[in-house]
């Protein structure tokens, strides 16, 4: 059912899979994979648990933290 949200947008199963492997991986982020499939997050979210693929929600190390708090610094 992923791959039919996928395809139904005009991308192809094979970039899919590509990004949930690396969301899977901790390469990229949740908003990252939605920007990289042109899905919202919440879809993302969806499609990821749908591959049984494990959600990681906040950062999730030290260095990770530390960007998230310079990026909404820069917000201000």
Known sequence: MASERKNARGGD???LAETIGL???GEISL???AERTGVTRWE???ILREA???LRLGPQ???ELE???DVALDLE
């Open 13 to 15: 199963s094979s970039d």
């Open 23 to 25: 969301y899977a991986l």
């Open 31 to 33: 908003g990252k994979a």
């Open 44 to 46: 993302m979210r969806d």
């Open 52 to 54: 049984g693929v494990e």
């Open 61 to 63: 190390s030290e260095e």
């Open 67 to 69: 960007s998230e708090v």
